[in-house]
């Protein structure tokens, strides 16, 4: 299975779907502020005893909820990581100098198409720190049961490769200990969800919700979608945690649910109908509709504001 660096079908210009808030249940919502503040960098728009709310210019990314009796437990459905994407080499730069002054624990990685730095929070929910780098990438196959890429210089590549820390540095103005939060123009760019079906998740999402088939190996127990946009990585389901793996137990830190954006009232309108006309529930809920996937994750549709 080959393909150019957009997918198999012509890039549209604007993204089907973005995503919102992402909210996350914790054992310890002071601790996990902690990381989220001062270890990743966003800013703290609102918080009372139960919950703290995070993000970038005013605007929500995260928000925690406090209550959850355990860590991360593994072997089930739900969250793999989700991920904070930078908007500039520079941003990237402060933040992986951050966690570098820090001693936080990060394994700093180079998929060619996108510069990351991966983090554990303290109850284990897995964090991507990213930088899309789509003009890297030149194409990509599927050999031995592994992608294979190809840069833009025709060199081939793995998917995950040691990043060039020092390289990235280099972006740095400066390396003051105290680097500023992160800036406007972050946002959470993609999720990586833990499912029990691969082929009824990718076309669930796809046939149903509107992203894009990227890359499937089900060989790997792995799916790549796309929104449409230059940057084909939005979406990534695995079963690595087993077929047919359930929700994590009740009381578990994990995902509560994220936020998928519609472009307009009408897009929300046809995919709920999609929805409906398949046998899947909607539930009113803030603003939008919550939803299950087929490995129980949950999600609110909403639309983008005009």
């Not at 919102?20 to 728009?45: K, M, P, Q, Y």
């Not at 789509?134 to 990509?140: C, I, M, N, T, V």
């Not at 307009?264 to 046998?279: M, T």
Request: negative net charge; contains cysteine; charged residues 20%.
């Amino acid at each position: 299975m080959d393909s150019d660096a957009s997918g198999s079908s012509a890039v549209i210009s604007t993204e089907t779907v973005t995503y919102g808030e992402v909210h996350l249940d914790v054992t310890d919502c002071r601790r996990t502020l902690a990381f989220w503040h001062d270890i990743v960098g966003l800013s703290l728009i609102d918080r009372c005893d139960k919950e703290a709310r995070l993000g970038v210019d005013g605007q929500t990314l995260v928000v925690l909820h406090h209550g959850a009796e355990q860590g991360f437990i593994r072997g089930h459905s739900g969250l793999y990581h989700l991920a904070i994407h930078l908007p500039d080499e520079t941003e990237f730069a402060r933040v992986l100098w951050r966690l570098i002054v820090s001693g936080y624990p990060q394994s700093p990685t180079d998929h060619t198409m996108s510069k990351s730095t991966y983090l554990n929070d303290p109850d284990g929910l897995g964090l991507e720190l990213t930088l899309e780098t789509p003009e890297r990438l030149g194409s990509w196959s599927i050999e031995v049961n592994e992608p294979q890429l190809i840069d833009a210089e025709g060199r081939s590549r793995r998917i995950a490769e040691p990043l060039d820390v020092n390289e990235v540095l280099a972006h740095l103005p400066n390396r003051d200990f105290d680097q500023p939060p992160l800036p406007p123009g972050t946002k959470v760019g993609h999720l990586h969800l833990h499912v029990s079906d691969l082929e009824a998740s990718v076309r669930f999402y796809c046939d149903l919700i509107g992203f894009r088939e990227h890359m499937y190996a089900p060989d790997l127990g792995f799916a790549d979608l796309s929104a449409g946009g230059r940057f084909p990585h939005r979406l990534a389901l695995n079963t690595w945690q087993g077929e047919s793996a359930s929700q994590p137990p009740p009381g578990s830190a994990g995902l509560r649910r994220f936020t998928l954006v519609l472009p307009g009232e009408q897009a929300l309108s046809g995919v709920l109908q999609r929805l409906r006309e398949a046998g899947h529930a909607t539930e009113p809920a803030d603003g939008g509709e919550l939803v299950r996937d087929p490995a129980g994750s949950a999600f609110l549709l909403t639309a983008e504001l005009p």
